[in-house]
């Protein structure tokens, strides 16, 4: 098969249905530049989602996969490695963590979290205390646990029956947690920023009185940082800037800078809860994940790096106001550090998805966070010039899109 074979088109035929990517196939990528199969350049403010947080094949993240990939690529779990132990002692010297569990995936993380919640309260108190209150438009990725605890019920439909036990109510709504909590609650789960929800930020005094209500009906605080941990808000997760603490934190996406890896942390009084045997994964704290992580860690946890999460915030949201004196297509610009949220005026919502394939097609990767945000999550250390040709394709993608009309 040439590779003139391998195109868009042939994803129709071969593959699941599930995902409908964009009209070109991307092969290569630099810093935070990327070419397609025609050699055609765009600037990527997507960056996979929050994962390539140090932008494509960063050299110090290449250098220890190749380093690792010559000395030895997986043992499982019978046998413990030096990356992971390293990898773990750094996640624990950093955060508020006492001890880590490794896996795969945002979804495998939040898996792990759910259901050490639920062993720690039956183990502790016994098995009526199993509820889990989660918030609604959160996500919490694609397990069935998982889009059981998220609170967007279109990606639970069809599949059910889902587990039981889970109620959502709505986020910011202190009365509304008050109500539903009882001494029945094992644990809250919350994002810290709801991302895929459409960029929403917990309030700081929200999250305090949700930690106040978890120790009063002694449940535990789950915080989802797959998406805002690792530096994405300025600071290396983003609890650190709520001045609240969770009992367990989920991270994945940029922990691996594009090499798959997730991790539940979580402390010494918690951790007994998963005792031998209780739960596992085959690839969990894989080598060479584990390799990747560890030098992700090393490079982004630094003050030069999450310092200037800030200054590349200042200048993404200059740019969009630029746009928006222009064209007065957002309603608000929106989250915290690199998770960059643009929600659309009225008028336009349920269109995001065109302001992407218009921006592609100028050369400038975004992503959507549901049908009414533009969302951008840039690497970390996005030059100022990316930044701002990046924009000059937005421009041009919005031009053409007011030009077509929203019924186009
Ligand atoms: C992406 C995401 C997940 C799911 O992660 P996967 O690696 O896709 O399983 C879970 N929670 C949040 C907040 C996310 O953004």
């Not at 290449?62 to 010559?70: G, P, R």
């Not at 010297?93 to 062993?119: I, M, P, Q, Y």
């Not at 739960?279 to 790096?305: F, K, M, Q, R, W």
Request: glycine letters at 10%; a negative charge.
């Amino acid at each position: 098969m040439t590779t003139q074979q391998v195109n868009r088109a042939l994803f129709d035929d071969v593959m699941v249905p599930n995902y409908n990517p964009q009209q070109m196939v991307p092969v290569r990528g630099e810093g935070s530049r990327v070419w397609d199969q025609d050699n055609n350049e765009y600037i990527d403010f997507a960056g996979g989602i929050a994962v390539n947080a140090l932008g494509h094949t960063h050299p110090a993240l290449v250098a220890a996969l190749k380093e690792q990939a010559d000395k030895l690529w997986h043992l499982s779990n019978t046998f413990t490695n030096e990356p992971a132990l390293r990898l773990a002692k750094k996640l624990k010297d950093a955060t508020f963590a006492d001890k880590v569990f490794f896996c795969n995936s945002g979804a495998e993380a939040n898996e792990a979290a759910f259901k050490l919640v639920r062993k720690y309260a039956y183990d502790n108190f016994g098995p009526e205390k199993n509820e889990i209150i989660a918030f609604t438009q959160a996500f919490h990725g694609r397990t069935l646990f998982t889009v059981s605890v998220g609170g967007q019920q279109k990606y639970r439909e069809g599949f059910e029956p889902v587990p039981g036990g889970i109620s959502h109510v709505p986020f910011n709504d202190i009365e509304a947690l008050k109500a539903a909590i009882s001494d029945k609650t094992c644990a809250v789960v919350m994002e810290p920023i709801q991302g895929e929800g459409g960029i929403h930020s917990a309030d700081p005094e929200f999250a305090r009185q949700v930690r106040e209500l978890c120790d009063q009906h002694n449940a535990l605080l789950v915080f989802d940082e797959v998406q805002t941990g690792v530096g994405r808000t300025g600071n290396l997760y983003a609890y650190m800037g709520l001045g609240v603490t969770p009992d367990v934190l989920t991270t994945a996406k940029a922990l691996g800078g594009g090499f798959p890896v997730g991790a539940m942390l979580t402390t010494d009084k918690c951790a007994p809860s998963l005792g031998f045997g209780t739960h596992g994964s085959t690839y969990g704290g894989n080598p060479l994940a584990c390799a990747v992580a560890e030098t992700v860690l090393d490079t982004i946890n630094t003050p030069e790096v999450l310092a200037g999460v800030a200054d590349k915030r200042a200048i993404f949201v200059e740019e969009l106001n630029k746009l928006n004196d222009k064209y007065g297509i957002f309603k608000e610009i929106r989250g915290e550090g690199l998770l960059i949220g643009a929600e659309l005026i009225e008028q336009w919502h349920g269109k995001a998805a065109k302001f992407l394939a218009a921006a592609r097609e100028a050369g400038t990767l975004l992503l959507v966070a549901g049908p009414n945000v533009l969302r951008m999550t840039p690497s970390l250390i996005i030059p100022e010039q990316d930044i701002r040709a990046g924009m000059a394709g937005l421009d041009k993608a919005i031009a053409q899109v007011l030009e077509a009309g929203p019924d186009a």
